[in-house]
């Protein structure tokens, strides 16, 4: 096959992914994100802290409330989420990517309200795509926004350019983290970058794994501190996650904590977060833009950190 015939097979296989014609061609500010639709990036500024956890019995609680939810795993890996709620994960991403198969294909049904994208890739794989592909990849996950009410985008830990790409549509920024220093440092360094490349984004933080809730109060009180005077940057407490035993057993048994293990004491703190997150929906406190929501000046910033 000529060179040619491979740059045009791309070239429609982009069309595809971005649900776009072929007289169309797949622009970083066309992405815009329903009015209605609520963007969650769950990331942390290192592993370990429980990134994912929180992402699975947040969406279960949300999903309880009779909310619609789409978990966006865009971990390193495969379908990690996918496996840790008892299914399989048909197919690979650069299947999407090769135009083999349609994104919408790729969405698997977990139950309960509550469906996983299994967006991974190994780094060197997503580090390779061009800034138009990693467009087209959330142009066509945005093809997905009116079966759902929330997309919680699981983007892992530390600062790579899958994150800084789904953040791109995603105003909300919750970051996990545990009292530990090195992930209290973390953390920061993770805060400092992100606000550096977009200052629109709305910081949260969860405290995860706490000994009780005052633990997890002095933490963000000292951390809210620090950044309010060296990076300008203010934050919400989302809320703490108090440490439990059951969230073991919960992954043992291939399920979320919250349906499994109800009266826990995580599953009260994943149950107060959504009622809190949802509150916020009702009352319009946080709105989504139907306005364009990246720049060519972040795409090309992308471009540079990969």
């Not at 108090?242 to 149950?271: I, M, N, Q, T, W």
Request: aromatic share 4%; glycine share 8%; charged share 20%.
């Amino acid at each position: 096959m000529t060179v040619s015939c491979l740059a045009t097979d791309q070239a429609e296989s982009l069309r595809r992914l971005a649900g776009r014609s072929r007289s169309e061609v797949p622009t970083p500010d066309l992405l815009q994100v329903r009015e209605g639709l609520r963007v969650i990036s769950v990331t942390s500024g290192k592993g370990g802290v429980g990134n994912s956890s929180v992402v699975v019995n947040l969406a279960a609680s949300l999903a309880a409330s009779g909310q619609r939810v789409l978990i966006v795993d865009s971990n390193p890996g495969v379908g990690d989420i996918c496996l840790r709620l008892g299914r399989q994960t048909p197919y690979r991403m650069s299947q999407v990517l090769s135009g083999e198969i349609a994104l919408e294909e790729t969405v698997v049904d977990v139950g309960g309200g509550v469906s996983v994208l299994p967006a991974g890739m190994e780094m060197q794989q997503y580090s390779s795509l061009s800034p138009r592909e990693r467009v087209a990849l959330v142009q066509g996950m945005l093809r997905l926004e009116d079966r759902f009410d929330y997309f919680l985008i699981d983007t892992g830990a530390g600062i790579a350019a899958n994150l800084t790409s789904f953040a791109s549509i995603a105003r909300e920024i919750m970051l996990v983290v545990t009292p530990e220093p090195t992930s209290i440092t973390d953390a920061y360094a993770l805060i400092k970058a992100l606000s550096g490349r977009d200052s629109s984004f709305k910081f949260r933080l969860l405290v995860n794994m706490c000994r009780d809730n005052q633990e997890g109060v002095t933490l963000f009180s000292k951390l809210s501190a620090i950044t309010g005077r060296f990076l300008q940057v203010s934050f919400e407490h989302a809320g703490c996650i108090l440490h439990d035993e059951l969230l073991v057993e919960s992954v043992k048994r291939r399920g979320a904590l919250c349906r499994l293990y109800p009266d826990a004491k995580a599953s009260a703190g994943f149950k107060h977060l959504a009622r809190k997150i949802n509150a916020e929906r009702t009352a319009d406190m946080v709105p989504m833009p139907v306005a364009p929501m990246a720049s060519s000046k972040l795409w090309r910033n992308h471009e540079l950190s990969s």
